[in-house]
């Protein structure tokens, strides 16, 4: 079955920590992976996909086919990346594309 | 990416009756989809909706309680029909563009 799991409920940290959280998934075809925040009082919005390669406020993740993972990195935690982080898959089923979401993990980065 | 709205933002009902959500859309979609996100846990998907047919529901969730309506490409609404207490949760459209994203959640609270 395709699961996506976030084994951190809380990670915090102190202000210029490095930060990862960690995301693990399964999934029998070729996934495609996505990090969601959402910060305090805001809506849930697109940080960043595996298949863009990107960083996105210092942000990068790396996806590892062989260890099924998808951790969220930066070097430097500041105060202003506390938020709520989502972890998602995209499966294709029945005719369209749909997300399996991680249970989150809340980043505290403290003073 | 799309803007999206929600109507209401949040509302307090009493059990027994029914709340009907409303989502738009800033661009033309194809696919809207609707969340739910429990207190304190992460997002489950409740329906696909797809202009011109019937919603497609996930495991779990029934048109009777959920009845979705997609009148055109920019505009969808989720009814969560008989609440109870249960029903008390953070209810969230989303759109595919590209991506995925969210609106800005309904929360409700049964009382």
């Known amino acids: 079955a395709q699961r996506v799991t976030q084994p951190e409920k809380l990670l915090s940290v102190f202000k210029g920590a490095p930060v990862e959280l960690k995301c693990n998934y399964s999934?029998?075809?070729?996934?495609?992976l996505f990090w969601y925040v959402q910060y305090s009082r805001q809506r849930l919005q697109l940080l960043l996909r595996?298949?863009s390669r990107e960083s996105i406020k210092g942000f990068t993740a790396d996806l590892n086919k062989g260890e099924t993972s998808f951790h969220l990195k930066k070097p430097f935690a500041q105060e202003e990346d506390s938020a709520m982080y989502y972890c998602?898959?995209?499966?294709?089923?029945?005719?369209?594309?749909?997300?399996?979401f991680g249970a989150g993990t809340r980043l505290a980065v403290h003073p | 990416s799309a803007v999206i709205s929600q109507k209401p933002s949040r509302d307090i009902c009493q059990r027994g009756t029914s709340l009907t959500i409303q989502c738009q859309v800033d661009?033309?979609?194809?696919?809207m989809f609707w969340y739910r996100q429990q207190p304190g846990q992460s997002l489950t998907l409740i329906a696909t909706?797809?202009?011109?047919?019937?919603?497609?529901?996930e495991s779990g969730f029934v048109i009777d309680k959920f009845p979705i309506s997609r009148p055109n490409l920019t505009f969808s609404t989720l009814t969560v029909s008989n609440m109870s207490p249960e029903d008390s949760s953070i209810y969230l459209c989303?759109?595919?563009?590209?991506?995925?994203?969210f609106g800005p959640g309904t929360r409700l609270l049964v009382l």
């Open positions: 989303s759109v595919e563009s590209g991506s995925q994203y």
């Open positions: 999934y029998s075809g070729s996934p495609e």
């Open positions: 595996h298949i």
């Open positions: 998602a898959l995209r499966k294709f089923s029945g005719g369209y594309n749909k997300l399996i």
């Open positions: 661009s033309q979609v194809t696919m």
């Open positions: 909706a797809n202009q011109g047919s019937e919603a497609t529901y």
